[in-house]
């Protein structure tokens, strides 16, 4: 059985992603993995120039991951559950780093063997970008990835 | 006089480009125009998922920008006070929103002649690329980038 | 029946692309088109000098397009001839232009599924990036482009 | 006095990138270095693949390089005489090899102060895209990197 790797982040390139790789899953038996990495700004970087951060901003902070995760984890369920994805076997993440480093982790923990991704995030204005992420991901990735256009 | 913007986010590299800038200004008698740009998920995409975001999220996204523009102004202030700008004239603006749009408004708003950036932000491992904001930056600027390597 | 484009400019990464592309093929019935493109400088800009180029120049560009097709011919019958594609269908093309505008156009004409390409061409030492003609590949194809690692 | 590396392949964006080039250079006193890097696909490739390759491949390669190298002289000094550059001190260097590697090796060995390039060569269709070139001076230059877009 084939293992496949898919990073949502709710833009359109991504589902669109999303349904290239359950089409092609289909003919090859494939078994789905999504997943979603949330980020967040950290404060590591202001200990380099001295400062001490508020308190109040290291509380803000994991009160916001917390948030961003359980929004994630509804429209990640909410995403798949508008796939048709039929008997497909399924799994769902919700991870909290660096989107494309986790992303590369992801797919060597897991064995995985082709991770479908959009060309862009969330940016239809630079229509000719290839997104950071996925930039990055290529670029590290242990398996092919199958860059789909949104 | 030529107005030079130079956008910083903390990196070593943003500070290199920072250095290279006031050691060219003072050769032309430049202006300094720093900018540091704070960036938050935001909760627009859930709408397309049909998804009522938490009215606590977004109290939480208002407070963490909130502190992330003290934190950030205060890292500014200490960058610039650490560079030997010696009787230059020097502005330093903290701005919320996309950080590649932002830069290249702000450059044109300020009819700048030069942007000074680091090659790439805080990804020290992936030593190769060029920063997805530097990239961006380079592809819409008003004028010419230079691009410090950190 | 699945068509998948497969570029190869002889280096390893786009031989290790055509060995994923038959490992896939195999699993969906794939018919397999590969692609050579032979590129060469053109006369056109020198016009724009006012230049008049050499009548010499010309005669050399058209002998050197021709010995580069024979060269690139036997290569790629040698490439295909390596790997085990058992009975799938396959054809070779040699086609004289830039690289990515007509590995896109064959994409559009061809109504291919998948183009299989290496991450990048010939550069070992630049082993973070993403070829120039897979870049322009990802930004401009018609279908999903699966970059693999060399 | 300022050293400045000036790549020039004809294109609108490395002329544009020049005339800033010049204009720094009068307030700064620079030297001009323009350098134009002729680039010819090579037969090493072949032999990895067991072919011997024709004698006459090799011939017409060389010819073809001096041919080259002939036209891209006469183009460079074309380009430099229609500067205005006053009384700034210049050199002019045609070199065969592999261009961001050339470009790069050049910078080291004149102690070069600042690169000017074009954001892009010649593919004014792909407007957003930095070209390959320019990436990889970017990421492998020993100074800072003027990135001019045409």
Not at 32 to 60: C, H, R, W
Not at 80 to 97: H, M, P, S, T
Not at 124 to 147: L, N, Y
């Given at each position: 059985m084939?293992?496949?790797?898919?990073p949502?982040?709710?833009?359109?390139?991504?589902?669109?992603a999303?349904?290239?790789?359950?089409e092609?899953?289909?003919?090859?038996n494939?078994?789905?993995?999504?997943i979603?990495v949330?980020?967040?700004p950290?404060?590591?970087?202001?200990?380099?120039?001295?400062?001490?951060?508020e308190?109040?901003?290291?509380?803000?902070?994991k009160?916001?991951?917390?948030?961003?995760?359980q929004?994630?984890?509804?429209?990640?369920?909410?995403?798949?559950?508008?796939?048709?994805?039929?008997?497909?076997?399924e799994a769902q993440k919700i991870?909290?780093g660096?989107?494309?480093?986790?992303?590369?982790?992801?797919?060597?923990?897991?064995?995985?063997?082709?991770?479908?991704?959009?060309?862009?995030?969330?940016?239809?204005?630079?229509?000719?970008?290839?997104?950071?992420?996925?930039?990055?991901?290529?670029?590290s990735a242990p398996?092919?990835?199958?860059?789909?256009?949104?």
């Amino acid at each position: 059985m084939r293992r496949i790797l898919i990073p949502i982040d709710g833009s359109p390139a991504s589902i669109k992603a999303a349904e290239k790789a359950v089409e092609l899953s289909k003919l090859i038996n494939g078994e789905l993995i999504f997943i979603t990495v949330v980020n967040m700004p950290s404060e590591d970087k202001y200990a380099f120039f001295g400062m001490n951060v508020e308190q109040q901003f290291t509380i803000n902070r994991k009160e916001m991951i917390d948030k961003l995760v359980q929004e994630e984890t509804k429209m990640l369920s909410i995403v798949v559950r508008n796939l048709d994805i039929g008997n497909l076997k399924e799994a769902q993440k919700i991870i909290v780093g660096k989107p494309a480093e986790e992303i590369t982790k992801c797919a060597a923990e897991e064995k995985i063997d082709y991770i479908f991704m959009g060309r862009r995030g969330f940016s239809p204005v630079e229509r000719f970008f290839i997104g950071s992420v996925t930039q990055k991901v290529i670029s590290s990735a242990p398996c092919p990835v199958v860059v789909v256009n949104g």
